[in-house]
């Protein structure tokens, strides 16, 4: 079952229509902390190959958002199980929400959306000092 999330609006570019309001839901990371160390959630880095290069979450894959192998390399990784917890993040959220839709449709019923890598990150120096 997935979690409770917190939601809020985060202002995406859409072509040449300027700025517009979406709604993301974003998990709490401690709570995806949780879903990854003890139910072995999949953690999913949907930014690009050079982004991922810059520093990622421990134990990440990554797959671009727009991969259009993505649910074939998730259901690979996940062994099928349409049940296993995967836990998506990008640098702001837009595109983790974007591949959490994707994996919702192809049948996957426990993707969380966990945000932003630079928010995530802080939220980990934090924790580590508590």
């Given at each position: 079952?997935?979690?409770?999330?917190?939601g809020?609006?985060?202002?995406?570019?859409?072509?040449?229509?300027?700025?517009?309001?979406?709604?993301?839901?974003?998990?709490?990371?401690?709570?995806?902390?949780?879903?990854?160390?003890?139910?072995?959630?999949?953690?999913?880095?949907?930014?690009?190959?050079?982004?991922?290069?810059?520093?990622?979450l421990?134990?990440?894959?990554?797959?671009?958002?727009?991969?259009?192998?993505?649910?074939?390399?998730?259901?690979?990784?996940?062994?099928?199980?349409?049940?296993?917890?995967?836990?998506?993040?990008?640098?702001?959220?837009?595109?983790?929400?974007?591949?959490?839709?994707?994996?919702?449709?192809?049948?996957?019923?426990?993707?969380?959306?966990?945000?932003?890598?630079?928010?995530?990150?802080?939220?980990?120096?934090?924790?580590?000092?508590?």
């Amino acid at each position: 079952m997935v979690p409770p999330l917190r939601g809020t609006n985060v202002p995406a570019l859409l072509g040449a229509r300027g700025l517009s309001e979406i709604k993301v839901d974003f998990i709490d990371p401690a709570v995806a902390r949780k879903l990854v160390e003890e139910e072995g959630a999949l953690i999913l880095d949907v930014r690009g190959e050079r982004e991922f290069a810059t520093g990622a979450l421990p134990g990440a894959k990554n797959i671009p958002h727009d991969d259009p192998d993505l649910i074939e390399m998730v259901a690979d990784m996940t062994s099928a199980d349409l049940q296993k917890p995967i836990v998506v993040y990008d640098k702001v959220g837009r595109r983790a929400e974007t591949a959490k839709a994707t994996l919702n449709k192809a049948g996957h019923k426990n993707v969380v959306n966990l945000g932003g890598v630079d928010q995530l990150k802080m939220y980990l120096e934090l924790s580590a000092e508590v």
